[in-house]
């Protein structure tokens, strides 16, 4: 069974300053891909970054990266000059190929980390 | 533009009453999945579709039920048969069941009394 583990419930940054998100995950399974995902107030999910379980390089994606360790099964989102738009909820995810080998896609999702940007 | 629509955003029904959620994305996309969100709780699966009159249950299948017979439709019913309905209720869409990240709607509301 896969796993998502968001340990923190809730976050607070000062505008203009970086923060980091921790999500470690659980699966046997060597190919898998990490997802990060924003709900704000509004309820809607927005996709922010991915990464793969065979990818080289950390995602990056304008101001979000991915600190990715794999040994470790941490998938961190870093937000680098933090906006106050950026509070909201951020979600963790895995996808998995499952044991024939052919993925129908479902995303694991982690319990969410309320992030606070202050002004 | 692209993109997926849910409707209604809010519902309210009363206890014993099935409903049907609307999803339709125009995207293009094989792939449509339905999800539960519970009061500061992640996503749970519900149902999902990786093609045209085909759908498999999710991890919370249950008192809930589904069809596809158009690619870009997949409506949820809630039937009188699931005990906590009351729930924040997400559509999703991929290009395929295994290929990029999945898109989302802006979510239903469903309250029942």
């Known amino acids: 069974a896969q796993k998502i583990t968001q340990t923190q419930p809730g976050m607070f940054v000062q505008e203009k300053e970086a923060v980091t998100l921790d999500c470690t995950y659980d699966?046997?399974?060597?190919?898998?891909?990490l997802f990060w995902y924003k709900q704000p107030s509004s309820g809607e999910m927005i996709f922010l970054i991915y990464?793969?379980?065979?990818?080289?390089q950390n995602a990056t994606e304008g101001r979000y990266s991915l600190n990715f360790q794999k040994a470790r099964k941490s998938a961190n989102l870093v937000i680098s000059a933090s906006q106050l738009g950026d509070s909201a909820m951020y979600f963790c995810?895995?996808?998995?190929?499952?044991?024939?080998?052919?993925?129908?896609?479902?995303?694991?999702f982690g319990q969410g980390t309320i992030l606070t940007v202050h002004p | 533009d692209g993109g997926i629509t849910q409707s209604p955003k809010y519902l309210f029904r009363k206890e014993g009453q099935n409903v049907t959620l609307s999803c339709e994305q125009n995207l293009n996309h094989d792939a449509m999945y339905w999800y539960r969100q519970d009061p500061g709780q992640g996503l749970r699966l519900i149902y999902y579709s990786q093609i045209v009159n085909d759908f498999q249950k999710g991890d919370i299948a249950e008192g809930y039920s589904v069809s596809r017979e158009k690619k870009e439709s997949f409506p949820l019913t809630v039937t009188s048969a699931q005990k906590n309905p009351t729930a924040f209720y997400l559509c999703a869409s991929s290009l395929g069941p295994g290929l990029g990240e999945q898109y989302f709607g802006p979510g239903t509301r469903l309250t029942v009394t």
């Open positions: 995810a895995m996808r998995v190929a499952n044991a024939g080998g052919t993925s129908y896609g479902k995303l694991t």
């Open positions: 990464q793969g379980s065979y990818d080289q």
């Open positions: 699966t046997s399974d060597p190919s898998y891909g």
